[in-house]
């Protein structure tokens, strides 16, 4: 079965409804597979025709809908924005706040963090796409 059908079936088996905006959003986020923003998402509804002529609200309030079922992470990408993503795995990113590179960081490193907020405060967080602001060793030399 293909991602994107995968994803329609499990939110079916939650029980939630795939109307065609919806199915349209979802098909946008598996064709990306990558970080994307509502106004790309839209460019990419857009080329499909007139059936993919959703406004950028619409598409917001199904990206929200997404994100609170835990099946699509919403991070500030700094001078990126807010970029929108399936999420298949946790990862997370270093941001440099001097020249913009982003670094890929695992998620074990989360996993200390959340078993301590779970332990200390019965909180169980959802950490599934984090971005960290800072200056990589080339900017802090400048």
Do not use: N
Request: proline share 4%; with cysteine; hydrophobic share 35%.
């Amino acid at each position: 079965m293909d991602p994107c059908e995968t994803v329609i079936e499990r939110l079916r088996g939650l029980g939630e409804r795939i109307t065609i905006p919806r199915r349209l959003v979802i098909e946008a986020l598996c064709q990306q597979r990558d970080h994307i923003t509502i106004r790309a998402i839209s460019e990419c509804l857009r080329a499909r025709g007139p059936a993919g002529d959703l406004s950028e609200a619409t598409i917001y309030r199904i990206l929200q809908w997404l994100h609170g079922l835990g099946f699509v992470s919403m991070t500030d990408m700094g001078e990126a924005g807010i970029v929108y993503e399936l999420v298949e795995a946790p990862h997370h990113h270093m941001i440099c706040l001097g020249c913009g590179a982003v670094v890929t960081l695992d998620d074990s490193y989360f996993e200390p963090l959340r078993a301590r907020l779970r332990d200390e405060h019965g909180f169980h967080t959802r950490i599934d796409h984090m971005a960290i602001y800072g200056y990589c060793p080339d900017c802090r030399k400048g």
